[in-house]
């Protein structure tokens, strides 16, 4: 079973807001920017279970990751939540667009972070 969420943000706070929130609950891997993650995502997709994605970040960026995610056709393996602060619309839409299963805007909520990610983790297990 897939138990390992790939928490992906530049920010080492933002990272470990999240993973006090999920510790625990999964096994917790993280990558500090979209080459880092994309470098984990081709040696351990078969054990993610979802990706939590910042959109705003130095080098490769959320929505560039995940339209080499969804070229990729690793999207059909595991949702991909993006988690911003971000107020674009456009950049939002695009997310979407690219194959984002849903977003979290910062700052985040604990209970709001693990029901979005437990639901999302149940429906792609199905």
Same mark, same amino acid.
């Given at each position: 079973? +897939?138990?390992?969420?790939?928490?992906?943000?530049?920010?080492?706070?933002? +990272?470990?807001?999240? +993973?006090?929130?999920?510790?625990?609950?999964?096994? @917790?891997?993280?990558?500090?920017?979209?080459?880092?993650? @994309?470098?984990?995502?081709?040696?351990? !997709?078969d054990e993610i279970a979802?990706?939590?994605?910042?959109?705003?970040?130095?080098?490769?960026?959320?929505?560039?990751?995940?339209?080499?995610?969804?070229?990729?056709?690793? @999207?059909?393996?595991f949702p991909v939540l993006m988690v911003t602060g971000?107020?674009?619309?456009?950049?939002?839409?695009?997310?979407?667009?690219?194959?984002?299963?849903?977003?979290?805007?910062?700052?985040? !909520?604990?209970?709001?972070?693990?029901?979005?990610?437990?639901? @999302?983790?149940?429906?792609?297990?199905?």
């Open positions: 079973m +897939r138990n390992r969420i790939l928490i992906v943000d530049d920010s080492l706070f933002n +990272r470990q807001v999240l +993973r006090d929130i999920l510790k625990g609950k999964y096994e @917790l891997i993280e990558a500090g920017n979209g080459q880092d993650a @994309l470098d984990i995502i081709e040696e351990q !997709h979802a990706v939590l994605l910042d959109i705003v970040m130095p080098g490769m960026d959320g929505v560039t990751l995940l339209k080499t995610l969804n070229l990729k056709k690793y @999207l059909s393996d971000e107020n674009s619309f456009e950049t939002l839409a695009d997310c979407f667009k690219y194959g984002a299963s849903d977003y979290i805007r910062k700052p985040v !909520h604990k209970d709001y972070v693990i029901e979005k990610v437990e639901k @999302l983790v149940a429906l792609y297990m199905q």
